[in-house]
């Protein structure tokens, strides 16, 4: 059995300084940490402009330079986090359900390595994992470095300057480690996470790669035979594509983010002296012209070689030898076939031939450690063109959530992790659009109410003071659970407001008055109708006399009934006084048109409520207008009380954050002359930092309706799409009118084409000002689901829980999850 070697003496890293690793044989690395771009969130052209800026960039790297791109890809498990102050029931059942999430955390590093002129290629048999002495070759002139760390600063401007990468270089304390936390290096000998602490584990070689507990296996693309016919810096997704759209990821994805288990994915391009390789191939291709007769691989061959060569000179491109290589490993030993079925697929998805590496696995680990590039067995790489070789980079990172305190809990489309994801004021504050407002829409069944409760429940807790316009009772859950304010009609429990009090806070100004005239108008007059300059004035006297009164009369409540009273008495005599005739204002007739509205009249209760009375501090506000959507007298009244309700939190809420979420009623709303009113509101909400959404379910809705096409869509710099499947063949009209791209089309039509069947989730697609566009899962937890849920059956079950629990909605939908969660109830 061969002695242990203490690995101090083999290490080739010589000294981490300056942030740079130097080896014992003199090549320098720079390291950079890159983050890449989002998977799924790159369009055809967006994926060929970063292959062109990668060849920009490495072609600016002086010769004799190792390209090493290094992605790590580690399982992780998705941790709760409790600690957060005021966390509400479902934030924390949200945590709950998402405690132990797999998914696979990704780390991206890009090292260069100069190694000196006149040293010797290395191989399989001269490795510096098989030499005991490592000295220098050669002294390190101030100069050549300098030089170095300029051109690597110019490969490093390009790439940024792409607008797909950013990069980072390594500090020494990243690179080398500390006492408390595992440097690169470090990490890399123990196949460490990131956040991992110092660990000492053997490293056996002999017969596989062992390292501590993990068992490795590696895969390599080392040989030009086994490459693809055909390469290309994009790949047809086929889970995501349908037959009017194809979907796109990275060419090497399928060996980074898609490959689902521990690994690392290793990208080497050596750039040698372009000249000498040009006459290293034409000496082969004359070797080969000698031997074509005696042989048909020789005639092949020399063919072969000739036309590398001729590509290479007319067309300028830049000779390479490339290698790449995906090192895969797992704690447990049942799962060494899946992983070897895993990694094999992969590659064959790029129509490339696996093959599992064994005698010169060793070599190649060494040659990946951060620093030894230049050490790699050049016996093991191809010859190729730079352009090639960077189809193979893998291009892509994970979903990353945003550090906006704003936002929502949505899911990375993978595996489901949560991120966090704000669709309103980041997007306003870099500039990819210039209004918060939102437009929704997603046909029945799509998961539209459940991803609108999960946006309205996320604004709310953020602090928001929400007004949402709903047909359906689909909000009704999640507002008695907030605690707000729920309008509806009932014959027993019919609607009521009162629109003369006046709240905490909120004052007798113009716009209040205004409000309450054109209510007062609007009972009095019909719409055929119009009213004098002397009735308007009228009724403004009415209005500034009535609210002295109140003053005056501490005693007398503020609502119609004291407003009407007041003006039969009070007001009628101050008419008199001023001799104001019948012709300018008709007291009889307004105060004959308007008694219903008083006491006992047949709408007596409408405008003279006792309680929900302040709307301008309530932060949650329900109108729901299902049973009265097309009632001639009620639906008018409510709408005004709509919009007189948020025009003011619009304007008298400073600093705080205003929604109005308009359901299906838009449709009732647009009809009774309110259009007008939705223009002005997408329009002017975003100055009073406010976000109008609306929510719409048919396609023919937002054709046929010039309000929803001008002034809604034209004012909505986020998009939302729910499956849009039912309209696939007719989804260009959409596509038209919505201005999507073809990359947001192939992105729209790929939601739930490939859903996990093992959880229960809908996809759904957001774009913003049409330049950043995802898809997300909206995966909510048990008691979110409960609240969230339009399932009649499911909502009388809460609501009998809640009955029993003193009305408690929280406490009916708490034991109801456990009650399901232990099979005790159907759900």
């Known amino acids: 059995m061969a002695q242990p070697i203490d690995l101090e003496h083999l290490l080739p890293v010589y000294k981490v300084e300056h942030g740079c690793i130097l080896s014992r044989q003199g090549d320098i690395t720079l390291a950079y940490e890159a983050i890449l771009p989002e998977i799924f969130s790159l369009s055809d052209a967006e994926y060929e402009a970063f292959h062109q800026a990668l060849l920009k960039a490495i072609r600016l790297l002086p010769r004799f330079t190792v390209f090493h791109k290094q992605d790590w890809f580690l399982e992780a498990s998705y941790q709760a986090d409790f600690s957060k102050d005021g966390q509400s029931f479902l934030s924390r059942a949200s945590e709950r359900f998402f405690h132990g999430r797999p998914f696979l955390e990704h780390h991206c590093y890009i090292l260069l390595t100069k190694r000196p002129e006149d040293r010797r290629p290395s191989s399989s048999l001269v490795s510096n994992l098989l030499r005991r002495s490592l000295a220098p070759r050669q002294t390190l002139h101030p100069l050549l470095f300098q030089d170095f760390v300029g051109q690597a600063g110019q490969f490093e401007r390009v790439l940024q300057d792409s607008g797909f990468v950013r990069l980072r270089r390594l500090t020494d304390t ?47 693309l080392a040989d030009a035979e086994h490459l693809p016919a055909l390469c290309g810096p994009r790949i047809t997704y086929d889970r995501y594509s349908t037959d009017r759209s194809k979907f796109s990821t990275g060419f090497a994805s399928p060996l980074g983010q898609l490959l689902p288990c521990n690994h690392l994915y290793n990208q080497y391009i050596f750039l040698e002296d372009a000249s000498q390789t040009i006459k290293r191939l034409e000496s082969k291709r004359l070797r080969l012209q000698s031997l074509a007769a005696y042989s048909r691989e020789n005639a092949l061959a020399r063919d072969a070689t000739h036309a590398f060569l001729n590509e290479a000179l007319g067309q300028q491109r830049l000779p390479v030898k490339a290698h790449f290589n995906v090192l895969a490993w797992t704690e447990q030993p049942e799962r ?152 509806t009609y009932r014959e027993d429990k019919p609607i009521r407001f009162n629109p003369f009090y006046l709240s905490e806070g909120d004052t007798l100004d113009t716009e209040k008055k205004e409000s309450i005239k054109t209510l007062l108008l609007a009972l009095w007059k019909k719409d055929s109708e119009t009213f004098s300059r002397s009735e308007y004035v009228a009724l403004s006297n009415a209005l500034e006399l009535y ?196 990359k947001e089309k192939a992105l729209v039509l790929s939601i739930n084409k490939a859903n996990d069947p093992a959880r229960r989730y809908n996809e759904v697609f957001i774009s913003l000002g049409g330049t950043r566009s995802r898809v997300f899962r909206t995966e909510v937890s048990l008691e979110e689901y409960l609240t969230y849920t339009t399932e009649e059956s499911e909502k009388v079950k809460v609501q009998a829980y809640a009955q029993k629990y003193g009305g408690d909605m929280r406490k009916g939908i708490e034991e109801l999850a456990n009650d399901i969660r232990a099979g005790l109830t159907g759900g």
């Open 336 to 487: 060494h076939k899946e992983l070897r079925n895993l990694v094999s697929s992969a590659m064959a998805q790029l129509d490339a031939t696996p093959k599992l590496e064994t005698d010169g696995a060793p070599q190649l680990f060494w040659a990946g450690l951060p620093g030894n590039a230049a050490d790699f067995p050049m016996n093991d790489t191809f010859d190729t063109f730079l352009e090639q070789a960077c189809c193979f980079l893998s291009l892509e990172a994970g979903y990353r959530s945003s550090t906006s305190p704003v936002g929502l809990r949505l899911g990375d489309r993978l595996t489901g992790k949560p991120v966090h994801v704000d669709i309103s004021d980041e997007p306003v504050s870099k500039g990819i659009c210039t209004n918060r407002n939102k437009f929704i829409l997603g046909p029945s069944g799509s998961g539209k109410s459940f991803f609108t409760n999960h946006l309205v429940r996320s604004l709310h807790e953020q602090g928001s003071h929400i007004v949402l316009v709903d047909v359906g009772h689909s909000y009704k859950g999640l507002c008695e659970l907030a605690g707000g304010y729920y309008f």
């Open 174 to 220: 990243e690179l080398a480690g500390t006492k408390e936390k595992a440097g690169l290096l470090e990490r890399y000998c123990g196949l460490l996470p990131e956040e991992a602490k110092p660990l000492l584990q053997d490293i056996h070689l002999q017969q596989g790669i062992r390292i501590g507990d993990k068992r490795c296996q590696l895969f390599v």
């Open 547 to 742: 609210y002295q009164h109140l003053q005056e009369h501490q005693q007398v409540f503020p609502c119609f009934d004291s407003f009407y009273d007041f003006v039969q008495t009070v007001f009628k005599e101050k008419l008199k006084a001023d001799r104001v005739k019948e012709k300018d204002f008709d007291l009889d007739n307004f105060l004959y048109v308007l008694r219903p509205y008083y006491q006992s009249g047949e709408f007596g209760y409408l405008l003279n409520a006792r309680e929900n009375l302040d709307l301008l501090q309530e932060r949650f506000i329900v109108f729901e207008l299902d049973n009265i959507k097309d009632h001639p007298i009620l639906f008018p009244v409510v709408t005004i009380i709509i919009m007189e309700v948020f025009i003011s939190k619009m304007r008298k809420l400073k600093g705080v954050r205003k929604v109005i979420l308009i359901e299906e009623a838009w449709k009732a709303i647009a009809r009774e002359g309110m259009a007008e009113y939705i223009r002005y509101l997408f329009k002017t909400v975003r100055k009073f930092y406010g976000e109008a959404i609306v929510v719409t379910q048919e396609v023919e809705d937002i054709i046929s309706s010039p309000v929803v096409k001008q002034a809604i869509i034209n004012n909505s710099d986020c998009k939302i799409l729910l499956d849009q499947g039912k309209y696939l063949h007719k989804f260009d009209g959409i596509q038209q009118l919505l201005g999507l791209t073809e």
